[in-house]
Structures are given as structure tokens and as C-alpha cells.
């Protein structure tokens, strides 16, 4: 059985028992020709163990090989052809170093530098001095495992091309990996960076694992490319800068606290990106991010500002996240389907001018803060229908909803709460047309919400804003029922456009009115046409017509009084009948629309 001390876990819990890099014969080849104990650089030194170094490893290297490291580490190719004219120099150098460095560890046997399935082991070794790896190149697999770097290390332009393992390593002082070529997997497990550290322009071309590590200073992953899948996962960083890194595959950040500011500028991230459980305690901007695969911000914890400004999502999913300060998502495109389920924004939300082209979920939302939604296009010309759900979402303050456009469906509003003080948008461009083919149950749900929305207008005294969605109501209530259920709804809104329409009941009224001037005319003219009334003409036609659609106001008693209407035949009697029962709710849809279009309450 494997003892538990031997195990990563209890490792970071017990006292480093390091070796000293100079017992360390892969230390002596990296410092073949002097060590960097000055507080400046010795550039010419290090050239001249770069040199060193890169013969020995480009034996081990195919001319494809060669040529890709040459370039990544921006050295000439030369460098890695020079093994077989300097390999008894460097031999007999190696050995004679090693001894000068350790006089009294005669029985430590140097290794020979030939050979094949060579692998650098450089764990558990404390390095004292400045580490300068600049345009080096690995072409065997390299193992920094609990090593310690107790001064500053360079890596910039190194090529790694086998695999490289840094797993428990501890960089007290600050590091550069700036431009740094990982051809194979690269693994910091649990590795510690006390002060600053960059990976600016860097390129990890094989899998990358930084699970557990620290950062307690600013690290710079600016302009990184990530080709293959990377792993942060419960991770720590101080102050982190992520802008314009390009992640090609799976990008996982679960469980990571991000200690201080945050910045993820125009990141590309081109696959799966999890945050889930992530904590971000200072200002985090995610600004011009484009996200291309499923995204994760499940349960993310946001303490502070956060921004999205102008990103681009895929399929994004913000449930139970917490906002804790303001949350700017303005100008933001999601190209797929997107939830905010159950997330809480505690102050400012903003989606203004941002696109949901597909479904959008903030079913349980809760919003404590102010939440705008100015200009917001829910669904867009030509795609997939888009359904904005706020079912039982909690809008506690004032809602700016105004001119946010609705393409495809109403918004769902079941069981919602909205401040009587929501503003939308009352025009026919912000929201769906009748056109629509809509499901039973997706009438219904569009009733409900249109009722919502009109109760919330009335209270703000907005009549006109309030009728067109009373309007729309009317239109959602006509499709439900059966047909008997849904007549007297039709027939309200094509006489009357639900009482909206001034033009509509003047027509009817004129309608009936020519058609009883029409048929008592030509009743009165006709040769068997007799009696008291003979000789009627077309005034008369004209004017009894006009009496029998306003009674109230005495026309009828007047001019047409009952000894008139007794000598008429039973075919006037019975058509003016008509006329006045079919004006009565025409002359009250009038008083409607007046009332309506003048707001007289």
C-alpha cells in the first residue's frame, strides 16, 4: 500500500525536502558555463549555455522538429544540429563541472548525454540563483515537479516539445513564460507563483492543467493560445489579465477565486467554457468576449461590477449566478438558447441593445436592482422563434423595458411581479404581429402577459400605451374557446377595433344608413306604394334612415311620428327596427373610441 505521505495532497502540507540544483546534473548541463548570481542578467553567459543546452537536446529532435523549435525560440536552426561535432566537448565539460560544483559527492554518477528515452528530472530541486530558460529548447520530457525557484525565472521564447511538468513547484520571485512554446501537454498542478507572473503570447499546443494553482500576485495570460483544452479548476488568482487569449478548445475556470480585478477583454473562446462555482471578488469585465460553445456561469459568484459589454455568446447559462453589484450585459449577441434561471441581480442589470436570437430563460429570476432591457431585441428577422420567459421572476424596481422588440412571442409573465412602474414600448414594430401561428396554450400565456403589462400602464395613467395592449389582449382572447365563446370578441374588434377605432363604427353606421335610404327609397317608389305616406321621396327615405340610427335624440318623433309609421308597411317597420338595435352598440363602440382617443375620464 502506497504511504499517504507520498500522495500530492499531503505534500503541500509537509516541509519541502529539497536537493541542491547543483547535486542536480540537468542543472549543471542548463549551467554548463556559469551560473547567473549577479542581480542583472549575464546575457552573454546565458547565450552561451543556451547554446550548450540546445545541442545536447536537438539529438533528440526530427529535422520537422528542428525547424518548428528554431522558429518558436527564435534562434538559428544551427543550434540544434550541433550534437554531433560538440557531444565529447560538452561530455567531458558536464563532467568536469560536476565535480568542480560538488568536490565531495564522488559517488553521484553523471549521466551520459547520448542516448535514446532520455527524460530531464529537475524535481525537488531548490534553485538559488536567477533561472534563465530564454530561447532554450526541451526536446525531451522535463519534470519541475516541487521544485523551488527562490529568485526570478525566464522562460520567454523556450520551446517545450515534449511534455512539461511544473506539479507542486513553488516561484517565490517573480516569472515570464512570455512567448513560451508547450508543444505537449504542460502540466502546474498545484504550483505556487508568490509574485508576478506572465505567460504573454505564449502557446500551449497540447493539453494544459494549472487545477489547484496559486497566483498571489498579477498573472498575464495575455494574447495566450490555448489550442488543445486547459483546466484552472480550483484554482486562485490575485489580479488576472486574460485579455485577447484565444482558447481553441475546452476552457474549465470551475470552483476559481478570483481574488482582485479581473480582466477577460475580447477573449475568444472557441468551444465549452465553464465558470461553474467560480468566485470573482473584484471588478471582473469580460468585454468583447465571444464565446462559441456551451457556456457555464452556474452558481458563479460576482461581488463586484461585472461587465460583458458588447460579448457574444452560444449557448449560455447563468443559473442561481449572483450578482452582487452591477451586471452590464449591453450589446450582447446570444446566437443560442440562454438561461438566467433563478439568478439574483442585486443592483443595476443592463441588457440594453443586446440580441436573443433563440430562447431566453429568467424563470425565478430575482432582480433587487434597477433592471434595463432598452432596445433589446428578443428573436430576429429570419431565425429561430425566440421565447422570452420571466415566469415567476421578481422585478422589485422600476423596469425599462422601452423599445425592446419582441419578434416572435410575448413575453412570459406567468406568476411575475413587476413594479407598477415598468415602462414599455406601445408600437406595432416592437411587438408580434396576429400573423403568428400560436398553440392554445401559447394563446393563453400571451393574454396573461398582455394583461400584466396593461395592468402596470394603468397605473402610471398611460390610457393610450394601456389600450394597445388591451388591444392585443382582445386579440389573444378571441382565439380561445369555442366558436359561440369567441364571437362576441370578433365581432368587438372588427366593429370597433376593440373600441380603439373611430373610423370603423362612423363606416358601420354609414353602411347602415345608405342601405336603409337604398331600400325605403326604392320601397317608396315602388308602383304598389300607397296610403297616406304616397308621394314620400328621397328626402324622406334620406331622413327616416337617419332617425332610426339616433332615436335618442327625438328625430323620430319629430318628423316620422306614429301616425307615419302606422300607414307604413310592415317592411319599414321591421327594417327600422333593425336599424336602431344594429346603432345602438355601433354609437357606443363610438363613445368608446372618443373617450379612448380624447382620454375622457
Known amino acids: 500500500m502506497k504511504d499517504e505521505s507520498e500522495t500530492p495532497e499531503a505534500g503541500r502540507d509537509t516541509p519541502r525536502e529539497l536537493k541542491p540544483a547543483n547535486e542536480n546534473p540537468w542543472y549543471i548541463l542548463m549551467t554548463l558555463y556559469g551560473e547567473q548570481k549577479g542581480h542583472k542578467i549575464d546575457w552573454e553567459l546565458h547565450e552561451k549555455n543556451r547554446k550548450a543546452w540546445n545541442a545536447w537536446s536537438g539529438q533528440f529532435l526530427s529535422d520537422e522538429e528542428k525547424a518548428k523549435a528554431a522558429k518558436s525560440s527564435k534562434i538559428d536552426i544551427a543550434e540544434l544540429e550541433a550534437w554531433p561535432e560538440r557531444r565529447k566537448e560538452l561530455q567531458n565539460e558536464l563532467e568536469r563541472v560536476f565535480l568542480e560544483r560538488n568536490p565531495v559527492a564522488r559517488e553521484i554518477i553523471v549521466p551520459s548525454l547520448g542516448g535514446p528515452n532520455v527524460s530531464v528530472d529537475m524535481g525537488r530541486v531548490s534553485l538559488v540563483y536567477k533561472m534563465i530558460f530564454t530561447g532554450m529548447v526541451f526536446g525531451t520530457n522535463i519534470s519541475f515537479d516541487s521544485a523551488e525557484f527562490v529568485r526570478s525565472s525566464v522562460f520567454d521564447f523556450a520551446t517545450f516539445v515534449k511534455g512539461s511538468h511544473f506539479g507542486q513547484s513553488l516561484f517565490s520571485e517573480s516569472v515570464s513564460f512570455e512567448s513560451t512554446m508547450f508543444a505537449q501537454e504542460s502540466r502546474f498542478v498545484g504550483v505556487t507563483f508568490k509574485r508576478t507572473a506572465s505567460f504573454f503570447s505564449a502557446v500551449f499546443e497540447g493539453f494544459s492543467e494549472f487545477i489547484g494553482v496559486s497566483f498571489a500576485e498579477q498573472v498575464s495570460f495575455e494574447r495566450a493560445v ?38 477577460f477583454d475580447d477573449v475568444r473562446f472557441e468551444k465549452t467554457a465553464s465558470f461553474e462555482y467560480a468566485v470573482f471578488k473584484g471588478v471582473t469585465t469580460f468585454a468583447g468576449v465571444k464565446f462559441g460553445g456551451e457556456t457555464s456561469f452556474e452558481r458563479t459568484v460576482f461581488e463586484e461590477a461585472i461587465s460583458f459589454q458588447s460579448g457574444g455568446f452560444s449557448q449560455a447559462s447563468f443559473k442561481q449566478a449572483k450578482f452582487s453589484q452591477s451586471a452590464i450585459f449591453n450589446n450582447v449577441a446570444f446566437t443560442q438558447a440562454a438561461s438566467f434561471e433563478q439568478a439574483s441581480f442585486m443592483e443595476v442589470a443592463k441588457f440594453d441593445l443586446s440580441t436573443f436570437e433563440k430562447e431566453i430563460s429568467f424563470h425565478f429570476a430575482n432582480f433587487e436592482g434597477y433592471p434595463y432591457f432598452m432596445g433589446t431585441r428578443f428573436g430576429v428577422k429570419g431565425g429561430a422563434v425566440c421565447k422570452a420567459d420571466f415566469t415567476n421572476a ?202 379612448q382617443r380624447f382620454r375622457l375620464r
Not at 489550442?227 to 476559481?256: H, P, Q, Y
Request: aromatic share 18%.
Open 394 to 595: 421578481h422585478f422589485l424596481k422600476p423596469t425599462n423595458f422601452r423599445d425592446a422588440v419582441f419578434l416572435h412571442r410575448f413575453p412570459i409573465l406567468a406568476g411575475s411581479i413587476i413594479h407598477s412602474q415598468t415602462s414599455f414600448t406601445a408600437g406595432n414594430d416592437n411587438w408580434p404581429t396576429d400573423k403568428e401561428k400560436l398553440s392554445s396554450e401559447e394563446i393563453e400565456v400571451a393574454r396573461e402577459s398582455c394583461a400584466v403589462i396593461r395592468h402596470a400602464l394603468a397605473k402610471q395613467g398611460l390610457p393610450e400605451d394601456e389600450h394597445f395592449f388591451f388591444r392585443r389582449e382582445m386579440q389573444f382572447a378571441r382565439q380561445i374557446g369555442t366558436r359561440l365563446e369567441r364571437l362576441p370578441y370578433q365581432l368587438f374588434g372588427w366593429l370597433s377595433e376593440y373600441g380603439y377605432s373611430i373610423e370603423r363604427p362612423l363606416l358601420w353606421l354609414l353602411g347602415i344608413w345608405v342601405t336603409g335610404y337604398c331600400f325605403f327609397a326604392t320601397l317608396f317608389f315602388h308602383e304598389d306604394f300607397g296610403g297616406d305616406a304616397a308621394g314620400a321621396g328621397n328626402w324622406t327615405a334620406a331622413g327616416l334612415s337617419l332617425s332610426n340610427l339616433f332615436p335618442v335624440f327625438g328625430f323620430g318623433r319629430l318628423y316620422f311620428g306614429k301616425d307615419f309609421m302606422e300607414v307604413m308597411p310592415w317592411e319599414v317597420q321591421v327594417f327600422s327596427g333593425f336599424q336602431t338595435v344594429a346603432a345602438l352598440p355601433l354609437l357606443f363602440f363610438l363613445g368608446l373610441a372618443l373617450r
Open 226 to 263: 490555448f489550442e488543445s483544452e486547459v483546466m484552472f479548476d480550483s484554482g486562485k488568482f490575485s489580479r488576472a489579465l486574460f485579455k485577447k487569449t484565444i482558447f481553441c478548445e475546452g476552457a474549465n475556470f470551475e470552483a476559481v477565486a478570483f481574488l482582485h480585478a479581473t480582466r
